[in-house]
């Protein structure tokens, strides 16, 4: 079974809504994938936020130091080589921070970059060869 994890961007306690587009783009590259969440910062607003992961993914890993209080791409990378299992496909937002984020996590992990994803068309968990980390635009599948 593939694993896919997606990070979660968050401000002030509430979740960016790419939170909500994951599990669609993760459902298109493996259906039975087994699809976490991983929320990083400290305090009251990430307990928040991981709270209401659960809602929507069955696992939720919260990782809570002082240190990733303010999102700092150097350090988030530190924390997540040691937690993202080195066959897993890695899904983060394309913002500024996951493009700061991104390229360097793949190379720490020794694995393939894609960026600007807006879709997935005619592939699997498998097509991927796992070790993936993958940049997906916001408003992945709303379509006009």
Do not use: W
């Amino acid at each position: 079974m593939t694993q896919i994890f997606a990070y979660i961007p968050f401000s002030n306690g509430v979740a960016e809504d790419i939170a909500q587009e994951y599990p669609t783009a993760a459902g298109k590259i493996d259906e039975s994938a087994s699809l976490t969440a991983i929320v990083t910062g400290s305090g009251a607003d990430l307990d928040k936020v991981a709270n209401d992961m659960t809602s929507i993914y069955s696992q939720v890993i919260k990782v809570d130091h002082a240190d990733l209080g303010y999102p700092n791409a150097e350090v988030v990378r530190k924390a997540l080589v040691n937690i993202i299992p080195s066959d897993a496909i890695f899904l983060v937002a394309h913002n500024t921070f996951g493009m700061d984020l991104g390229p360097g996590l793949s190379v720490k992990m020794d694995s393939a970059y894609a960026a600007d994803i807006v879709d997935f068309e005619g592939i699997d968990g498998t097509t991927l060869n796992n070790s993936t980390v993958i940049c997906i635009k916001s408003s992945f599948f709303q379509f006009d």
